[in-house]
């Protein structure tokens, strides 16, 4: 995915960390979940999992950013910090997995 200068910048307030699990998260292809532990494993920070969670509310470019598509391990949604919160992320999940 390709962002726009004006995204860029946004992200540019993000600390590297924060960036990293964003750009984690690009990854996960529409219609999938992970957990934010497996987010945390991509970045190298297996034990990191809580802080994950905290980076992803930061999101300025959700859900252009698909923040999203990660869960807990148990399956369960988690948190969703944009606007329409946990409903919205359930819904977003729903469309997408329509979609496929």
Known sequence: MK??????S?????TEFQ?????????IKKGKT??????????GKPKA???VGNALSKNPLAPLIPCHRVIRKDGSLGGYSAKGG?????????NETKKK
Not at 10 to 14: H, I
Not at 86 to 94: D, E, G, H, V, Y
């Open 86 to 94: 946990r409903k919205k992320k359930q819904i977003l999940l729903k």
């Open 3 to 8: 962002l726009s200068a004006e995204q860029k």
């Open 49 to 51: 999992v809580r802080a």
């Open 34 to 43: 992970v957990s934010y532990s497996k987010i945390a494993k991509m970045i």
């Open 19 to 27: 960036r990293s699990v964003l750009f984690a998260c690009m990854k």
């Open 10 to 14: 946004k992200l540019a307030n993000l």
